[in-house]
């Protein structure tokens, strides 16, 4: 038993030694992003073939052929379990996901990063977009177009006395007050306080002069900033948004700003629609590297939970992998032959392990570079990963051994249910925000038909 165990640790470090292969190439190598993708598509589709061929057809083969009704209890008892297990196995995935991505797991995968700063932004959006909803100027325009404007709004915040511009600087930006007021200082005018919805500095860039006063804060103050480049960009892509501001100037010119009220429950309806806006229009979701940088130092301990994150994922592939090995070792033994280590080989689940393993290995090793992790610690995260598959596996051919045949079904589909949700919630959309979703699927088709071609081997 010792030398099955031996050699079904040895079978965990050849699955996943492709996470050293694979993270070596993300530091040393610049691997373009669609390459990236198509491989975790290709990974995922090697994966898909190991799960099914190896975790769920020895049980529905079973069920299939059952040849009386005692066969056919014990089939269908079996047959459940699977299925009991593969949703356990898919639930507690998900929960231990999260709890380990609210410590910065989620930095091990780019989609999962994408989608944390995706929920970020949409959050500011949200209460952003109820801010604006009282400035006249964005009111009267289309939401749509909004949502168009929104993407563009960056926060900025000011303590009281701090500088906006001073009189003769070039303008850069408009302001809009989110919170808090700006005081104008200007020869040409009494001095001025503006407070939440109120623009500033849009005068300038309109007349393309210098600033003609003195802009600070009054108080705490927060600011939704439209830089001069996106300024004129969405003058020419919105005609609405140039004529409210030309319409807007000259009622300043000519009224000393005269707001106008609107309804509350019509501003209300505004924000909402333009919220739906935001949903379908050019909202800039994907993260920036500030962005990225940001996800990262918020996570002091992020480096610890994005190994967590990846033992997550590699927990239940190595159990079972152990188990695999030791379900062929007793096949050789019942028909009497005496089993050799490459006879015993699960072909199939192993290329799927392998296969899927390097493109993960190889995009989290990348990110982590980019985020300022330390080389020799990247290494470490991924070489004690083929220490513990290794010893996942031995562990499983061990345990395996001296369990009912019920037990490892159960084990089989637990596996199957977290392999399965963690291919779905990681692996393809990692590959569909990198590659091109039609390659992203014939990359997966050519990974599941890859590892079923292993089965040659067997």
């Not at 070596?24 to 994966?47: D, E, K, N, W």
Request: a negative charge; hydrophobic letters at 50%; glycine letters at 6%.
């Amino acid at each position: 038993m010792d030398q099955f165990v031996f050699w079904a640790a040895m079978v965990g470090v050849i699955a996943s030694i492709s996470l050293l292969l694979g993270s070596a190439i993300g530091i040393y190598f610049r691997v373009s992003s669609t390459v990236i993708g198509l491989m975790a598509a290709f990974g995922a589709g090697a994966l898909l073939s190991a799960l099914a061929l190896e975790l769920v057809a020895p049980t529905i083969y079973e069920l299939s052929s059952a040849n009386d009704a005692k066969q056919r209890l014990m089939a269908e008892h079996h047959f459940f379990l699977l299925i009991i297990g593969a949703v356990v196995g898919g639930l507690l995935f998900v929960l231990l996901d999260q709890l380990i991505n609210q410590k910065g797991g989620y930095l091990r995968k780019t989609a999962y990063i994408i989608s944390k700063s995706a929920v970020d932004k949409e959050k500011f959006f949200k209460k952003a977009m109820k801010d604006v909803a009282d400035v006249p100027l964005f009111y009267k325009l289309d939401p749509e177009d909004m949502s168009i404007i929104i993407a563009h709004l960056k926060p900025r915040f000011l303590h009281k006395g701090d500088i906006v511009y001073t009189r003769g600087d070039t303008p850069e930006s408009m302001y809009v007050i989110r919170s808090g007021s700006l005081k104008i200082e200007s020869p040409d005018h009494p001095d001025l306080i503006l407070a939440k919805g109120d623009i500033v500095g849009e005068m300038s860039l309109l007349n393309a002069v210098n600033r003609t006063a003195d802009c600070t804060s009054n108080d705490e103050t927060e600011l939704l900033v439209l830089s001069a480049e996106d300024f004129h960009k969405l003058r020419e892509k919105i005609p609405e948004f140039d004529e409210e501001l030309r319409s807007m100037a000259k009622a300043r010119f000519e009224e000393n700003i005269v707001h106008v009220e609107k309804d509350a429950d019509a501003r209300a309806k505004w924000a909402e629609l333009a919220m739906e806006a935001v949903h379908h229009g050019d909202t800039g979701d994907l993260p920036t590297r500030a962005d990225l940088q940001k996800q990262y130092n918020s996570h002091g301990n992020a480096a610890f939970a994005i190994w967590l994150g990846i033992m997550l994922d590699a927990i239940p592939e190595s159990f079972v992998l152990g188990i695999a090995v030791l379900t062929l070792i007793s096949a050789s033994v019942a028909a009497s032959v005496e089993p050799s280590f490459f006879d015993v080989l699960p072909y199939t689940f192993i290329a799927g392990l392998f296969l899927s393993n390097f493109p993960e290995a190889l995009s989290s090793s990348a990110q982590m570079k980019k985020e300022g992790m330390q080389i020799w610690k990247i290494l470490s995260l991924w070489g004690s990963l083929v220490i513990l598959t290794a010893a996942g596996a031995a562990i499983g051919a061990f345990v395996g051994d001296g369990v009912s045949h019920s037990t490892l079904v159960l084990v089989e589909g637990l596996a199957a249910g977290a392999m399965l949700t963690m291919i779905c919630a990681a692996m393809l959309p990692e590959a569909a925000h990198l590659a091109d979703n039609n390659l992203v699927g014939l990359a997966t088709l050519a990974g599941f038909v890859s590892s079923i071609l292993f089965k040659l081997l067997e």
